[in-house]
């Protein structure tokens, strides 16, 4: 449906993944996309013609989303480049899974400096550019409610973005901007595959209800809601994505 008519998205870490669905999904709903990515420029171009030979329109644009000055180009160069912003995708992370008691100060800093310094300082860049009526989607994980072994590191800079969604969505609301939480489960996609082995995978998929490993596509398809007129009335919100695991 073209829903996004006129409209202009910016996804962090949009070059494989969960990000390049969700960037794929908008474009898709004729949404312009911006496909942010770090380092991987091959990887984000395949992305942009795979977009425009489908008759969509996007745009790579470089930018370490954990680095201020970085983001402050991202968001200027999209207004410059598409002439306004309507919807942040905030997606990029970086998860490392290891006992709190293994976990080195720079496991810390680099998970930290991408998913919770970063993310904020996405939300905080984007709404100085941001349409009134925008729609923001922050990427977080089931892991913040699961709670399993490894993951404090991890889950706990991912319930720092739940929070700041949780304030935020209060502080933007007179804007008729929403702003919402998709938490996905276990997606098949490098950051999965990095973290575990086939017998842990074999488990998680033992854990899932609907019994596979989530795809990048079933993320992109809650996040293409929640974007659409169709969500106007649902912020605050942090909703699973996960084959049933958690139940709130
Ligand atoms: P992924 O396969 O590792 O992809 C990560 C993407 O982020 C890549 O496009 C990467 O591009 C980009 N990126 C990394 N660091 C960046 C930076 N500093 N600035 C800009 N872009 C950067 O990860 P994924 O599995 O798709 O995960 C996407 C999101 O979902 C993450 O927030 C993750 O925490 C969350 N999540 C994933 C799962 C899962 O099971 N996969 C579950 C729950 C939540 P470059 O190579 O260019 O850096």
């Known amino acids: 449906m ?20 969700i960037a794929e999904r908008l474009a898709r709903d004729s949404a312009s996309v911006i ?11 395949v992305v942009v013609d ?9 745009l790579a644009l470089q930018a370490d989303v ?12 999209t207004v410059e480049r598409l002439g306004r912003l309507d919807m ?3 997606n990029a992370g970086y998860a490392v899974f290891k006992p ?10 680099q998970t930290y400096a991408l998913n919770a310094k970063g993310t904020f300082f996405c939300l905080q860049e984007a709404l100085r550019h ?6 923001i989607v922050c990427i977080s994980t089931i892991g913040t409610e699961l709670n399993v072994p490894g993951g404090s590191c991890y889950f706990s800079s991912k319930a720092a973005v739940e929070q700041f969604c949780r304030v935020l969505a209060r502080e933007v609301a007179p804007r008729g901007i929403t702003i919402n939480v998709v938490s996905p489960g276990f997606t098949e996609t490098q950051m999965l595959r990095a973290n575990m082995g086939p017998d842990a995978l074999r488990e998680l998929v033992a854990l899932t209800p609907l019994a596979r490993l989530g795809q990048p596509d079933d993320i992109a398809e ?3 809601f929640l974007v659409s007129p169709g969500a106007r009335w649902i912020t605050r919100q942090n909703i699973a994505v996960d084959g049933g695991i958690i139940s709130r």
């Open 35 to 45: 496909v942010n990515y770090a380092k991987s420029d091959g990887e984000a171009q």
């Open 100 to 109: 709190l008691a293994d976990i080195t100060e720079e496991d810390f800093d």
């Open 50 to 58: 795979a977009i425009t030979l489908h008759g969509g329109k996007a």
């Open 130 to 135: 941001m349409a009134d009526d925008g729609k």
């Open 88 to 90: 942040l995708i905030a």
């Open 66 to 77: 954990g680095r201020l000055d970085d983001i402050r180009r991202l968001f200027r160069e």
């Open 222 to 224: 809650a996040i293409a």
């Open 2 to 21: 073209k829903t996004l008519t006129g409209k202009v998205a910016v996804v962090t870490g949009a070059s494989r993944g969960i990000g390049r669905a």
